[in-house]
């Protein structure tokens, strides 16, 4: 019995837990404050970013290095890297780029992260089973 829990905890909760959320989540009532139909529009301000930032381009000094947020960057060398991945899909630019960051962020990551959980879990079942001398 104790390795069947074991067992349900290691390979289905990870699962099943982020769906139950989901679930969780959305058959709360929405909320009111933050219901929107469309991006909003925001003026400009000196000190803060607002929507106008996300609508227009952000012209505040950055906050991380280049090296991360920069378009020469990480952040460029992603959305390069999933410009062409989704050159893979179709030939339409945004669907393409679309099926792409569904396809590494929806699929691809989960399912190495959640590989590399069950390894995580078997090596450290390995390891207690050494010390205890089986």
């Known amino acids: 019995m104790r390795r069947l829990l074991r067992a ?9 837990l982020p769906w139950v959320i989901l679930y969780g ?3 709360m009532p929405p909320a009111v ?3 929107r ?5 925001e003026r400009y301000a000196r000190d803060r970013c607002t929507w106008d930032c996300h609508n227009r381009g952000c012209r505040h ?6 090296v991360i947020s920069g378009d020469r960057g990480l952040f460029g060398l992603t959305i390069r890297g999933l410009f062409a991945l989704g050159g893979a899909f179709t030939r339409d630019r945004r669907a393409g780029y679309g099926a792409a960051n569904l396809a590494v ?5 989960p399912a190495l ?4 959980w069950v390894l995580a ?14």
């Open 8 to 16: 349900l905890w290691i390979y289905v909760a990870p699962l099943a």
């Open 25 to 27: 989540v959305n058959a």
């Open 33 to 35: 404050p933050l219901a």
């Open 37 to 41: 139909t469309g991006i909003p529009h």
């Open 61 to 66: 000094r950055p906050r991380l290095p280049a």
């Open 105 to 109: 962020f929806c699929v691809a990551w």
């Open 113 to 116: 992260m959640y590989g590399l």
């Open 121 to 134: 879990w078997r090596q450290a079942e390995t390891l207690r089973a050494l010390r205890k001398g089986r």
